[in-house]
């Protein structure tokens, strides 16, 4: 799943008070940074410096890997940020959807890959350091043992992990009575399945979550996906609707 990237920094000459824009940075050959003043999302009300270490804490989402640049997903007071990660090995961190982390991060310039003359001003994590555990970290050590699933269509393994992190946050996130009572014992068998299905003329992954006992399955939430996988939809049979989970 590919994903726009955002560019969340811009450059002000402070000299004169001029603001910097990404085509503006590419019809220039040369950018001071020298006094200059940089605006980021992550700290919308202060003026940041070139390459000076910050301090925040997030909510981790996802990783990102599907350009030439890694980034690392994160969300803080309600809004997303993107932090490339290219000096970092995700597989060391052990990171969980929902996990909270301290991010020392710096603003620094690059030139993308294939467009040498533009010049781009991103967020850099330097160091990343999980200070809470989310509730599917908490689900995974009383649930050590993988989910089960299965499926009918040729998905790619890309996706079905996509799938996979979504339902294991849903299940450890969910307000159902059903689905609170499974993940509470410790020697339930969570299986779930995977189907394309259609809803007031949208495209859905259906996903029906069951716990499996004696080779009997009992589905006891279906949930819904949208088409690129960011949002998690809960089914009212009842009412025939999607309620979206948050």
């Not at 919308?44 to 070139?50: A, D, G, H, I, V």
């Not at 799938?163 to 993940?183: C, G, P, R, T, W």
Request: with cysteine; hydrophobic share 35%; glycine share 2%.
């Amino acid at each position: 799943m590919k994903k726009t990237i955002i560019i969340l920094v811009i450059a002000f000459i402070a000299g004169g008070c001029m603001h910097t824009n990404k085509q503006q940075a590419a019809n220039n050959s040369v950018i001071s940074p020298i006094n200059s003043a940089f605006a980021s999302d992550i700290r919308p009300n202060e003026k940041l410096q070139l390459n000076k270490i910050y301090t925040d804490e997030f909510e981790f989402i996802d990783y990102n890997d599907d350009y030439d640049d890694f980034f690392i997903e994160v969300q803080k007071d309600n809004k997303k940020h993107s932090l490339i990660v290219n000096d970092i090995r995700p597989e060391d961190l052990n990171l969980n959807r929902g996990d909270m982390v301290r991010i020392q991060w710096k603003i620094n310039s690059l030139r993308p890959s294939g467009d040498e003359s533009l010049l781009l001003f991103e967020e850099f994590a330097t160091e990343i350091t999980k200070i809470k555990d989310s509730n599917v970290s908490l689900f995974r050590q009383k649930h050590p043992k993988p989910l089960k699933y299965y499926y009918n269509n040729d998905y790619s393994i890309s996706f079905l992990d996509k799938i996979y992190k979504n339902v294991e946050y849903y299940i450890a996130n969910s307000k159902q009575d059903l689905v609170k009572l499974a993940i509470y014992d410790p020697k339930s068998d969570l299986i779930y399945s995977i189907e394309d299905r259609t809803m007031n003329g949208k495209k859905y992954y259906a996903v029906g979550i069951s716990n499996e006992f004696e080779n009997i399955q009992s589905i006891i939430q279906w949930i819904y996906l949208d088409e690129d996988l960011q949002k998690i939809f809960e089914y009212d049979i009842s009412n025939n609707e999607l309620i979206e989970f948050e």
